[in-house]
């Protein structure tokens, strides 16, 4: 005796629904993972952007006192 048609087609339905609930997950899972990565790279870029604008700062407070230290060697008999 054959397995029936019906039972036949609400297994195959079953497994289709089990699959895609783990794809779905799995994709969730890679979304999550990748805004994750996303708010990292957004913190560190802050902190670079940070971090240059301090350089900036000491750039130009070093070309200043250069500047000095040159008008006063310039002003030394």
């Given at each position: 005796?054959?397995a029936?048609p ?69 002003n030394?008999?």
């Amino acid at each position: 005796m054959s397995a029936d048609p019906i039972d036949d087609g609400f297994k195959k339905m079953l497994d289709g629904v089990k699959l895609a609930d783990e794809g779905r997950d799995a994709i969730m899972h890679g979304l999550t993972q990748a805004w994750e990565g996303r708010k990292d790279l957004s913190r560190q870029l802050t902190e670079l952007r940070e971090t240059v604008a301090s350089l900036e700062t000491l750039i130009f407070e070093q070309s200043q006192k250069i500047d000095n230290l040159r008008q006063r060697l310039d002003n030394t008999p």
